[in-house]
């Protein structure tokens, strides 16, 4: 029969003296959460009957010093229960296994990995809403800055640049909801589940969830380590690469510019943004960019590992569950954004030059079969002949839109609706020319969610909202694991002060 160990009067002095929350760091990683996880099932067990009373301070005590000594420069901070539990048997005598009723590896290490993941999670939407703030923020200072929007690689339609990085805001509010959804699933607690069927011991799987911040409990005990430890990842590793390619897809539009002589969009020059070439004066690389599109091809690469390493295993085994792999794989995504914001805060867009480059082109040319069947009653097919001819002359004649000859738009118009109504251009001249108006394009869009002042300013409204709420979201997920943690640490002090 073991003996208990008996502590010397000093060191238990020491911590009647330091409570529970001061002895932590605030690094939770493995050591941390299974510090966590000892001190829950010392105070339930106690306070259920499943824990001698008088043997539950000697044992506090012992699980204390472990705690305290970990926290020290150099401390052992080991990061799984075999090797945890040896500081505690020295700490503490051998009676401190009885701590270990109805519990494993197995769900304790399943527990500690929702905890480190789901405090990654918000570590990554935070990010995420700074990030998709600097982006609405400069949405709202260009949203009268009228630019060339690409399709095909190919300018297309003039557009509202605002309303241009509002498309990308409302994507990343697709990533903050399923960071959101992922979440809900994370946060329930393996704990109780022991290896995966549950334990003979009357265990309270809930108030352990409560203690350690948990939103509920995770229902089925082989579902809880054997399937949905490794659905956590995997899942947490789709939203990083969805976060990953809406980055790259930005990022590769404003690398598009810099291969032009006279870009409308660039980076403000020196800093962490650009570089001189070593052999070329003048160039200016963007190194920012490119350094941000290699990390979210990092990201995406890093995010691939869940379903690699989970692939036609069995349920049960460690390979996609290691925390090391999956808090890299965050740590991608979250160093993507912040190099994003970097890009958006330094980005420089010399309007003229958008407006040069849409009046040296024919980005508005849909808009003249728009009008001519939306006023005329011209059917579309027929206006859009009408407009693909116009361009067709005018990149042969090296014409400009707003100099294009009228009496030979008349010309076209004839040839082109030959045998239906009358041939007769039924714009004049100040309407043909205003409907080849970019900025009056952008501004007269009808369709909701279009570039017009009013949409603006309502999309506007809207993302300001859905950013605020989703802030508030971070807070109220991070104040109750903290709330928790807390209580945690005071009833410990109690059962460790009543010795």
Do not use: C
Not at 453 to 465: Q, T, V, W, Y
């Amino acid at each position: 029969m073991f003996r208990k160990k008996v502590l010397p009067l000093a060191f238990t002095i020491l911590f009647h003296a330091l409570p529970a929350a001061a002895q932590q760091t605030p690094n939770r990683d493995e050591f941390y959460w299974l510090g966590e996880i000892n001190k829950a099932s010392a105070v339930i067990n106690t306070q259920e009957g499943l824990l001698d009373k008088s043997l539950a301070p000697g044992i506090a005590a012992g699980l204390a010093k472990v705690l305290h000594d970990g926290d020290q420069p150099g401390g052992k901070r080991p990061s799984t229960v075999i090797t945890f539990e040896p500081l505690m048997i020295q700490a503490a005598g051998m009676d401190v296994t009885l701590l270990h009723a109805g519990r494993s590896s197995q769900d304790m290490h399943a527990t500690y990995r929702a905890a480190i993941l789901r405090d990654d999670m918000l570590r990554l939407a935070a990010q995420l809403n700074q990030t998709s703030t600097t982006l609405v923020a400069l949405a709202q200072k260009h949203e009268h800055t009228i630019v060339p929007n690409y399709t095909n690689g190919v300018a297309a339609q003039p557009n509202s640049y605002g309303h241009y990085l509002l498309g990308y805001a409302a994507a990343l509010d697709r990533d903050a909801q399923r960071i959101r959804e992922a979440y809900a699933r994370i946060d329930l607690s393996p704990m109780g589940t022991t290896v995966l069927n549950g334990t003979s011991w009357p265990l309270d799987r809930t108030r352990m969830a409560e203690y350690l911040g948990f939103a509920g409990i995770v229902d089925n005990a082989y579902d809880a380590h054997q399937i949905a430890a490794v659905d956590h990842p995997v899942e947490a590793g789709a939203i990083v690469t969805s976060i990953a390619l809406h980055a790259g897809s930005f990022i590769e539009d404003v690398m598009t510019q810099y291969a032009q002589p006279r870009p409308w969009i660039l980076l403000q020059e020196g800093g962490n943004n650009t570089y001189v070439s070593s052999a070329m004066p003048q160039k200016r690389n963007p190194g920012l960019l490119n350094s941000t599109r290699a990390d979210a091809s990092t990201a995406i690469t890093l995010a691939m590992g869940p379903v690699m390493r989970a692939h036609n295993l069995p349920p049960g085994m460690p390979d996609a569950k290691e925390v090391r792999d999956n808090k890299e794989m965050v740590n991608g995504a979250i160093t993507v954004l912040r190099k994003w914001n970097a890009i958006l805060n330094a980005l420089v867009i010399d309007q003229g030059r958008a407006l040069e480059e849409l009046n040296s082109d024919w980005t508005a040319s849909q808009e003249v079969a728009d009008v001519l069947m939306r006023k005329y009653k011209l059917p579309f097919r027929l206006g859009h002949h009408f407009a693909s001819d116009v361009v067709e002359y005018a990149r042969a004649h090296d014409i400009k839109p707003s100099d294009f000859p009228y009496d030979q738009a008349q010309k076209i118009y004839a040839d082109t609706t030959h045998g239906y109504g009358n041939g007769v251009l039924p714009m004049s001249e100040a309407e043909f020319r205003s409907t080849l108006d970019p900025v009056a394009i952008v501004n007269n869009r009808r369709t909701v969610g279009g570039p017009q002042p009013a949409e603006m300013e309502r999309m506007l409204m809207e993302a300001k909202a859905r950013l605020a709420q989703q802030d508030q979201w971070i807070k109220e997920k991070r104040a109750r694991i903290d709330t928790s943690l807390n209580k945690l640490d005071r009833d410990f002090d109690t059962l460790l002060s009543s010795r």
